[in-house]
Each structure stands twice: as C-alpha cells, then as structure tokens.
C-alpha cells in the first residue's frame, strides 16, 4: 500500500506542541475547549488519540470526527459506546506512516463530519496532519500531549499552512501489510 514516511530528522519537531497546549485539570482544560468552542463556532471538532476522544465525550464536547486506535501507551481501550457516533469506519495506519487510505478517510471524514468514528489498526498519532489540512477553514483539531496536556489546533491558514510543509517532507514509499 503506498503511505508517507516520516523522516527521522522530523520526529523531535514532532515531540513538541504543534498548536495551543492546554495544561491543568481535566476539567480546567475541557471547560477552556467548550468555551472557545462556544466563543468560535467551529466548523468541525476533530479529537485525535483514545485518551482525549475518551475525555471530550466525558465532558460532553460534541465531535465531528474521532480518530483512535483503541490503545493508550500499547495498552488496549475499550471502544466508546456506538451510540455517540454516526457511522464508524476502520483504516490501517503503522506507526511512524501516513497510509493514503488514511489520509482518504480522515479527509473525507473531516469535510463530511457529523460524528464518525475512525478506528486505526496502526497507529493515529500523525493522522493529526491530514485532520489539520482537510478540516474547514476555523476547525479545532485536538490530541494529547504526553504527560503534559491537550493541543489545541484551530484550523486556520497559518496552521494549514505550516501542517503542509510538514507533509510535504515526508517520504512516499510503498508498505507491506
């Protein structure tokens, strides 16, 4: 299957907080996102990662888009309730790649929204970038911050942008399953 690889050289800018980084309580950071929410209007509301998919629905934050691979640290998570999403859908993703069935889905899952669902057998980390470059223009896009926080991304050109540039310098190659 043909994927972007993420170079080596890339991964330390990648450790860092590509947007607004939320630090504090739980609900400190989630009454911050639900107010801006409420101030901002997004478009989309995209959640990237189990653990902040996990706490955005604990705290009642309607997602357009939920991107998970229902594992925390290589620790298996239970799904969320079929309930609260519309549709769910399951794309491949290893770590470390950006397969372009992902970035497909993510991209048509973001312009549609309306509470999907994605389950990655993989790994979702760096489906934040497609989530950033296809979502409407003034989306948030959220993932965790290990041990630190919640990042928060609002869609806007300069992020568009940037998020650009960065897929851009990953590398095509073809991957086996």
């Known amino acids: 299957m043909k994927a972007l690889r993420l170079p080596e050289e890339l991964r330390p800018s990648l450790q860092k907080p590509l947007g607004r980084l939320l630090k504090g309580e739980l609900e400190e950071i989630y009454s911050i996102i639900l107010r801006e929410a409420?101030?901002?209007r997004p478009q989309r509301i995209v959640?990237?990662?189990d653990i902040v998919v996990g706490d955005s629905l604990k705290f009642n934050l309607r997602l357009d888009v939920a991107i998970a691979?229902?594992?925390t640290k290589?620790?298996?998570?239970e799904k969320p309730p079929p309930s609260i999403f519309r549709r769910v859908v399951k794309v491949s993703n290893p770590p470390g790649f950006i397969t372009f069935e992902a970035l497909e889905t993510v991209k048509r899952c973001v312009t549609e929204g309306g509470g999907?669902?994605?389950v990655v057998e993989g790994e979702e980390d760096l489906l934040?970038?497609?989530?950033?470059?296809?979502a409407p223009r003034g989306s948030f896009i959220m993932y965790g911050q290990?041990?630190?926080?919640v990042v928060l991304v609002v869609a806007d050109e300069d992020a568009k942008r940037f998020f650009e540039k960065l897929i851009n310098s990953f590398v095509p190659v073809e991957v086996h399953s």
């Open 128 to 134: 934040t970038i497609p989530a950033v470059l296809y």
């Open 47 to 49: 959640a990237v990662g």
């Open 146 to 149: 290990p041990d630190e926080g």
């Open 74 to 77: 290589r620790v298996q998570r």
């Open 69 to 71: 691979d229902l594992k």
């Open 116 to 118: 999907v669902l994605i």
């Open 38 to 40: 409420e101030r901002h």
